[in-house]
């Protein structure tokens, strides 16, 4: 019994020590928010799994959007926590702290509305699964690949390499151009004087062409085809073309089916027109 208390009384100094308890306390933060993280992993698994996507990357991508909110959300509550819990260590009176807090928290309150409606916001994208992570989006007049969503904002990098954070609440009108499936829908130009039926058939030929390729037929579901005669212009027959394919890929199938097109109607002697002009001088 005396060895007991000649071991407390020696190591009760350390366990009092405020620097003590700070240390042990974050910490326990760091392996509580390691726990946490594996633990949410496993529930947005569980949660995902439950849900049949129609392919594996809508799935992965879903997967990783909810993973990214609630670890974040998780952490900021972790570390709140944890500043109470040093803040109590410091002999610092917490909840008259709080009540301050509060008093602050409602004046600033109505100064913040724009971060409630971008939280609001926030909220309804994620449950609503408007878009993920991954996607390519059009928000507030600006496109891009959604890098990370967040519940106040979500962050857009362009093909400039510029990143773009947009507030949710600005995201009145929300564009996805790679949700479930995209289509590839073209417009080109045949001169006047070109066979249309022609014209249909190498446009087909080129389109079931592609979709048979190696590397492009797990890309393309529909293959790209003739639907109309869309327009007569100036100095082109306007014919659109549409097909469907993967959600994202309509950007490098459409490249891949212009260069091939063009191949196609020069060996067919189909002519692309350009815009001509005629000048005509006046006679002295």
Partial sequence: METIKSVWNTVQPYIDNPVIHILLIVTFLFIAQKIIRQFIHKIVRSIVKSHRYQTVQAERQREQTLEGVFRAASAVLLWIVGILLVL????????????????????????????????????????ENQYRVGDIVTLAGV???????????????DLDGYMHIIPNGEAKVVTNMSFVFSNVNLNIGVSYDADIDKVIKVINAVGKDIAQDATWH???????????VDSFDDSAVKVKCIGKVAPGKQWDVAGEFRHRIKDAFDKNGIEIPYPQRVVHSAKK
Avoid: C, H, M, W
């Avoid at 309150?109 to 609001?120: E, M, P, R, V, W």
């Avoid at 496109?143 to 990098?157: D, F, N």
């Avoid at 890309?219 to 085809?225: G, L, V």
């Fill in 88 to 127: 109590t260590s410091l002999n610092v009176n917490v909840p008259a702290l709080l009540t301050g807090a509060g008093v602050v928290g409602i004046i600033v309150g109505f100064g913040a509305q724009n971060s409630i409606k971008d939280f609001l916001a926030g909220i309804y994208i994620i449950l």
């Fill in 143 to 157: 496109s891009g690949q959604v890098e990370s969503i967040s519940i106040r904002i979500t962050r857009l990098r």
């Fill in 218 to 228: 797990e890309f393309i579901s529909e293959p790209i085809a003739f639907l109309r």
